[in-house]
Each structure stands twice: as C-alpha cells, then as structure tokens.
C-alpha cells in the first residue's frame, strides 16, 4: 500500500508558502486528487519520495532527460563548470559549443539566441515575428500550449476560427484581441484564417506535434499546409518544439516530417535538463534582434555556463553516438514495446483505449474514439483515468496527472522496467 504521510506534512506546509502548494499548478495533483509524492532524488530510470517510495518514471522532468535523472555525463559536467563559477553573464565558449550542436541537429536555426525558458523561447519568437514583420496579429491552435506569456493565454471564441478571448484574469481582452485561435488539425478553419487576415499575421505558432493535450499527432499533410499557407501570405512559421524537440526525432518533427520552419524554439532539453531554452531560424529574421537589429530580447542568466556544459553533455551522447549507440532508435523502440503492451492489455479487458506514440513520446487517450484535436481529448474518460493514474502511482509507476499531459521514455528505462510496468498495469486495467 502507498504510505504518503510525509508528503502529505510537506504539502500543508507548502500550502502555506506557495498558491496552491505547488510551484507549477500540474504538480498540485488537482485533477486526479489526493496527495502529490514530494521527490526526495532521482536516478536513472526512478524517482524516490521523502516517504522512501519508489517510482518508475515516465515524466522524466517533462521531457528533457532524455537520458534519465542524474546520468554521469551531465554530473561530471555540471560540477567541473561550477568551479569555474556559476554565472558571468559575459560571452562564453560553451555558448558556442552549444550552439553547434544545435545547428547540427536543427540546420533550419540559422543563427539563435539562448534563453532560460520555454516560455521565454517562444514569447521572443513572436515578438522577433512581429518585428521583422511589421503585423500585429498571430495564430495558436486550440490545445497547444506555448507557455504563460499574456498574448498566448487565450481560449476560442465563437466560431472555427476566431480571435482569442483571455482565458486567465490578468490577460487583457487587448492582447489576447490580436491572437486568433483555431482547432489543431483542422485544414479549413486555418484556410479560413488566411482568407480573412493573411496580410495581418505575422506569425503561426504551432506545437508541430502536439504534446501538452496529451499527445496528439499532425494528420498527413497539415503541416505542410501551414508551411504553404505562412510562405504565400509572408507569415512566419514558428515550430515550438520545446516538448517533442530531439523526441520525436533527433531532428525533431522537422526532421520527421520534412518541413522547414523560419523559427523553431526548443525547450530544457538543450541543457540538459536545466533552466535552458533557445529560439533561431532564418538568418535575415535573426538578425532583427538586438544588438544586430531592433527587436529588444535579454538576459543575464541566458547561455549561463552550468546549463551549457550539461547541454553539451546530452547532446554530444545523443547526436554524436560517441558510445555508438544509436539512442533516438532504441529509444523508439522502447517505446514501441511499452505503448503496444499497454493498448494489448487495455483491449483484453475491454477498456477502450487510444495509443499514441512518436518518437520516445506517448500517451493513452481514455476513449473509443479517435484523438485528433482538443475537443477529441476533453470528450475522453477523465474519471477512468484518474483510476488508472492512482492504480499505476500505487504500484510504483510514475504517470503525469492529467489527461492532457504526454509521458517520455529515456535511454535509462530497461526492458525490466517495461516489463514491471505493464505487469502493474495489467492489475490496474483488471480491476478497473
């Protein structure tokens, strides 16, 4: 049985000194209910608790560790830069090192700029966007979420394709009056956007894969249509790849799919699971931000060294195959084995159950039917999942707490651990 009496003390503290007890809302459990385990340390493939749990995890940070919690590589590198001091905020090497890796997998960002966060990443995108330009208004699909910056803070109107209305007190009805919403995968709502405002926006913001309705995969050809649609109206075609970034490929969905966007952002993953981000793309956009051009973006702790030498770290492992392995394969494969496992077990009981997958990123929507936008996944069986959340946490599986979240494999998962995992979810699908 699953004893969370430590973690319970430490969450009526933390009530106290945070909104809700929690420093980021999904960490508050509020949809699955009951007590969120406070993590002690991780390793590998496992998360430990302060009540001396232990999980398997599949949220892996939200997606960045790539090669589990606390890999050597990221340790010694993370220590060794440290004694050479934390921050200078001065132009380093490393910044640069970084850089070339990135490039190496993302020859599409031409030139960049380091940031600390996701949010940040793609907040200066469409500023940069609407810099180069000179238009006001953008276009986000409803389920993809790009961060808390006021202008994407917004929900549908009426109507397929409408301009946003604020979907959080403190975002004026003015900024989010510039932001256009529409439904993700759905060809005629953007072809309606373009028809009315094509001359206007100045950017489209897409989750190419999309990661944060759970995880819900482009239909064949949509996203060339948003490439062809922003390259005949002059509009900027920002990737925000920061959740299936080097996930769905090392590439990643640029590479999968073969699209080129002009600006792509990428999340914590670029450094290794610290407080790291990055924007680039097209040389001639990049070169309006400031000090080249005149769209103001800055920030002492951007490309700060810690985050950069564990950058380099993840990523000489993960595009160099300096071992020889090929990661990104094993991963997918590893993922294959346990999202076929799942469905194989949810349908010899009879649960209903879609198994989304790509790359090392998947997902099981609650629901006969298919999953293909956010109505799709608001219609899924929250209360199901919640019993399958709470039946796999109490058997040591660590799922994120919601429906609308994606889950992540990393190169620390074992076939043990696959095999552990879907022995505790065939229990849990049984006496659901």
Known sequence: MLTLTNSAAAFAAAKQLFPGGVNSPVRSFGSVGGTPPF??????????????????????????MIFGHAPKEVVDAVTEAAKNG????????????????????????????????????????????????????????????????DSLLVSAGSGAATFGMPSSPG???????????????????????????????????????????????????????????????????????????????????????????????????????????????????????????KVYQAGTLSGNPIAMAAGIAVLTKLIGNADGVDYARKLQRQTEKLVGGLKELADAVGIPVQAHKAGSMFCLFFAAHKVENYDDVSACDFALFTKYFRGMLAEGIYLAPSQYETLFMSAAHTDGDIDRTLTAAKKVFESL
């Open 39 to 64: 993590i002690a340390r991780a390793d590998g493939s496992r998360i430990f608790d302060i009540d001396g749990n232990e999980y398997i995890d599949y949220v892996g940070s939200w997606g960045p």
């Open 86 to 149: 934390t921050s200078y905020g001065a132009p380093t090497l490393l910044e640069s090192r970084l850089a070339a890796l990135i490039q190496k997998a993302y020859p599409s960002m031409e030139m960049m700029r380091m940031v600390n966060s996701g949010t940040e990443a793609t907040m200066s995108a469409l500023r940069l966007a609407r810099g180069y330009t000179g238009r006001n208004k953008i276009v986000k699909f409803i389920g993809c979420y790009h961060g808390h910056s």
């Open 171 to 293: 975002v004026t009805k003015n900024t989010a009056a510039d932001t256009i919403a529409v439904p993700y995968n759905d060809v005629a709502a953007i072809e309606e956007v373009f028809a009315k405002w094509g001359e206007d926006v100045a950017a489209v913001i897409v989750e190419p894969v999309a990661g944060n309705m759970g995880l819900v995969l482009p239909k064949d050809g949509y996203l060339q249509k948003l490439r062809d649609l922003t390259a005949k109206n002059g509009t900027v075609l920002i990737f925000d790849e920061v959740m299936c970034g080097f996930r769905v490929a090392v590439g990643g969905a640029q590479e999968a799919y073969g699209i080129t966007p002009d600006l792509t952002c990428l999340g914590k993953v670029v450094g290794g699971g610290l407080p790291c981000a990055v924007y680039g793309g097209r040389r001639e956009i990049m070169e309006c931000v400031s000090p080249a051009g």
